[in-house]
């Protein structure tokens, strides 16, 4: 496919447990995101890649969530003890660089319970 | 602190009539915005954006103005159609910062409908 795809669509887990969240951008684009979208607000930054290395992680909230894109394309985020107030949609993106628009994927919803 | 700000959380219109959106925000070192529409069970998708050298944008049915000096920016959507019904965000980047950041800051939306 052509456009941001994220797996699963849809997520739910206990309480304390880890999840992991996939993320495959579009191909070529170097620049890949994380965003948390709750209920009633609009998507907040978590972290930014620049190819392998995280060139921004001022967005995650806490020593709980970690990302990686080991090979400059896929990506997963990653919840160690999960808590309640994780559960959103956790929104991907990818773009090619500065100042062009930046594609996301459909989200995966994720429900800590 | 909210740095991008939409005030209207709602918006209804009538089918073929003009629709504007508007977007304010307050951090001077934003130099690119962007509007994204999005359905539900969907993610954000990308309208149409304009940057900080210019004060107007226009692609097909949409026009973006920006109004540096006020902080303020907004969607026009002419002539409305049923299928834009959705939720509109504003959303907005530091590109030049220095920074080596391209994040989006959005604010959070609104919704527009049709009147029937």
Same mark, same amino acid.
């Given at each position: 496919g052509a456009g941001v795809s994220q797996t699963p669509s849809n997520k739910v887990t206990e309480k304390g447990k880890y999840v992991e969240l996939r993320c495959d951008p579009i191909s070529g684009h170097t620049a890949l995101y994380w965003y948390r979208q709750s209920l009633g607000q609009g998507p907040e930054f978590l972290i930014y890649f620049q190819g392998t290395g995280a060139a921004d992680d001022s967005g995650l909230p806490n020593d709980r969530f970690f990302a990686v894109r080991p090979e400059g394309s896929v990506s997963t985020l990653k919840i160690q &003890?999960?808590? &309640?107030?994780?559960s959103a949609v956790y929104l991907c993106a990818s773009s090619s660089g500065a100042y062009t628009e930046a594609f996301f994927g459909q989200g995966t919803r994720l429900t800590v319970v | 602190d909210q740095q991008v700000k939409q005030n209207s959380p709602s918006l209804s219109v009538q089918e073929g009539r003009i629709s504007i959106l508007n977007c304010d925000y307050t951090n001077s070192m934003f130099d690119y915005f962007l509007w994204y529409k999005k359905y539900p069970a969907e993610g954000p998708t990308f309208l149409i954006s304009i940057s900080s050298i210019k004060d107007k944008n226009e692609d097909g049915r949409f026009t973006v103005f920006l109004n540096k000096s006020a902080k303020h920016l907004s969607l026009h959507i002419v002539p409305y159609q049923p299928g834009d019904s959705a939720v509109y965000f504003c959303a907005a980047s530091a590109q030049n910062s220095g920074a080596g950041s391209y994040q989006l800051t959005f604010g959070k939306g609104t919704k527009l409908s049709v009147i029937p």
């Open positions: &003890r999960t808590e &309640r107030g994780d | -």
